[in-house]
Every structure is written in C-alpha cells, then in structure tokens.
C-alpha cells in the first residue's frame, strides 16, 4: 500500500525561511522552517492524506500504533527511524546520543527515580539510541563532528595565541598548553574544565573571539581562518558561551551536494548553517553541551561521549544498481537510497525491507510496487507498507526513500 503523507515544518528558531520552501516547491510561512518530519514519531507525526485507507486514523503515529501488523509487518512493530528535510539558517546546539546500552539504563534509571517523562529534568525519554545521518543538499553543509587530533587543535590555539592582541593572549596560550598528553585524557579533561562553570572559562572565550573577529574572514582557508569563522558564527548566535571554545578541538566539516556524514552514539556534534536530508533512529534521547538555552547536564553528556579523535570524513556510499545510491550505517534502524531517473536511467528498482518513507525532491517520479503504485510531484511524500517488497522508480526526477537497513 502506498499512503500519501505530508506534514508542516518545525518553527525552530535556527531554521531557514526560505530554503525547505525552495526545494520542496512549497510557499513560505515567512517563519522560520526548520525541519520537516516524516515519521511516526509521536513529537510530529505526518499527516496522512486520505485516512479512509488507514481505517480512518489521522497520522502515521495513530496507524503505526493501532494496526501495526499492515502498516509494518509485524504485529508488535515500532518504526524505527524518522526521515527529516533540515534547513539550518544557524547552528544548532552542541549535542550527543546515548548508545542502546546507555539509553535502556539511563531510561530505567530515571523512570526508577520518578522523574516524570514530560519532566523537564528528563535527559532519557526512551531507550533508544539516536545515531543518525545528514545528506548535503546545499552548495556546501557545515558541522562540526567529533573531537579532531589534539595536536591540530592545540596548533589552532598557538596560531591564536600569535595574532592575539596582548590582553589576550596569554590566556589562549595557557590553555592551548593543556592540549598534550594522551588524547583522550586531554580531550576528556578540557571539556569537563570548558562545560563546568570555572570563572576563567569566560575570560578565555572572550579572548578567542575578540582575536577571532580580528582574522580577516576566509571560510575556505587554512585552519586559522576556519577557526575563525566558525567562532564568529557561535558568538554572533550564543555570545559568552563556552560551547565556542569548545568547538575549536572538534572537527570542522562542510559537505558538497550528495555527501553524507554519519553521527554515531557519543559523537559530540553541532549542524552550523546547510540544507540536507536527515535519518536517524525514532529517538528522543538528547544531551546537550552548548550552543543552547535548552537543558544542558555535564556530568551526563561526559558519561556518554567518545573522546576518542576521529577524522570527519563523508560516509561511502553503495550502487547496487543504476540511478541508485545507497548509505547504510552500522545499526539496523535506517538505510537511506538516492534514486535519480531519467534519460540515462529511465527506471530502476530498490527492495523494501520493511516500511519505506519517500519523498520526491526533484522533477517528477512514479514509483510501482507489488501491489500498489503511485505518481509523486517534487515536495511529495509517501508512506509505503513493507508488503510491497520492492519499489520501481521511473519518470524523470530524484527521490529519497528511507527503510530500516537490512
């Protein structure tokens, strides 16, 4: 069964309010439009279109719920990721996701507790994991993702050190002098020292960005002048905050259009400015670091992340068949297919194993499954019921399907 669904963006303040109108073909709110679910999650769930086919339930969280076995397969089935469009006008909080492990106990643990699910004191509200993908949309999709080798960022804060003026710059160069030894250690010991409140953590963000604002601006330079830009755009967003500093020992990355970067259970990450298509895990389970007026809890969020230094690089991605490109991470929640039809590939057939969610971003695409089938327009989405088993896309367009990853 082919199930028509559509849904209205999220107002979050760091949203576009231009950019999901622009790629879906959709008028402006002239609010900001910062994210598009399509899901059954219970935050927003999509809307169905012609509920006479869902037994009359309204949205895809009622269906899901009330008749699991044909909209999932299974009779005591959950869908387990959430597709979203992301149009981020400027950063997003600092943040990291329980693994499985952490989420079931941190879950039981506050449940134990009595503290409420819609309490605000709440870090876990299911126990689930989160580990989740971007797809770059936009010329160019900027985050930052996971701690970077000590030793770069510790020549970052020499370099600022160097062009600081004099007030400032013995304080960066004192704390660029913490960052040696064992990189975890290190990295472990100055974000507890920059997220816990010490008196001198202020002094030191304001000397990084008074020197910062000094740079003369190069995005694409070296990594100074990215340095740079990136605590210009922080402190513009959330001045005085030690998020900014602490953004300087994470990796940097900005993603061309069709690049993917997977954020897995403890990577410490921020989306700063992009348009991409996002797919996760159907989780709640957020711990904050900065960069946020929302609840930020230290002690939890260091319980969780990886300090362990990686290099950002885009996620490699499958071709199993023309048109098609597939990015399948290490969980079983989620896989996500890019199907491009056209004249050079004028249809191509992607299987389903398990409930599908597609939406058409480009051009126009019919999409023919075992029993049902249907046209969808740029902007148009679709809820697909697992016993189609495979999906045929022609026509002349792109469109992004979602599955659990099998």
């Known amino acids: 069964m082919f199930v028509r669904i559509g849904n ?21 709110s002239g609010k900001p439009e910062a994210e598009l679910w399509l899901g059954a999650h219970p935050g927003s769930p999509s809307v169905i279109a012609d509920p006479s086919q869902t037994g009359g339930a309204a949205d895809l969280a009622a269906w899901t719920a009330a008749d699991p076995q044909t909209s999932l397969g299974q009779p005591d089935a959950h869908l387990p990721y959430l597709l979203k469009v992301l149009a981020a006008a400027g950063p997003l909080s600092l943040q990291a996701h329980p693994s499985s492990a952490q989420a079931a106990e941190g879950f039981a643990r506050e449940n134990a507790a009595g503290i ?28 930052l993702c996971g701690f970077r080798d000590v030793a770069r960022s510790a020549a970052i804060f020499s370099a600022l050190a160097e062009t600081a003026a004099d007030g400032e710059q013995a304080v ?51 990594d100074l002048a990215v340095a740079a830009d990136t605590v210009r755009m922080l402190a513009e967003a959330f001045p005085g905050d030690p998020g900014i500093v602490l953004a300087l020992l994470l990796n940097r990355a900005t993603l061309r259009p069709g690049e993917v970067l997977y954020l897995p259970a403890g990577n410490i990450h921020a989306y700063l400015r992009g348009l991409g298509i996002e797919l996760m895990a159907a989780s709640d389970n957020v711990l904050r670091g900065g960069l946020t007026p929302k609840r930020i809890d230290v002690p939890e969020l260091m319980s969780i992340l990886d300090f362990r230094p990686i290099v950002a690089t885009p996620m490699a991605a499958e071709h199993p068949a023309p048109g098609v490109d597939v990015f399948r991470p290490d969980v079983p929640d989620f896989a ?53 088993a495979a999906v045929t896309v ?3 367009g792109t469109v992004f399907v979602a599955t659990p990853n099998a």
């Open 8 to 28: 209205t963006p999220r107002d979050y303040a760091w949203g576009s309010t231009t950019a999901i109108a622009g790629l879906l073909g959709t008028t402006p």
């Open 336 to 388: 996500l297919d890019h199907v491009t039809v056209g004249a050079a590939t004028p249809s191509t057939r992607i299987p389903l194993p398990g409930a599908g969610i597609a939406i058409c971003t480009a051009g126009s695409v019919q999409l023919a499954g075992e029993h049902d089938g249907l046209t969808l327009a740029r902007g148009e989405s679709v809820f697909i019921t697992p016993d189609e």
């Open 116 to 143: 409420p699910l819609d309490s605000p004191e709440r870090n876990y509200k299911d126990p689930f994991h989160k580990p989740e993908l971007i797809y770059a949309l936009s010329d160019t999709f900027d985050a």
């Open 172 to 222: 960066i160069s004192a704390f660029a002098a913490t960052l040696t030894g064992e990189p975890t250690a290190v990295l472990r010991a100055a974000t507890e020292w920059l997220l816990g409140g010490d008196h001198s953590v202020g002094e030191l963000v304001g000397a990084v960005v008074a020197t910062a604002i000094a740079i003369e601006p190069d995005p694409a330079g070296d």
């Open 394 to 396: 022609s026509g002349d």
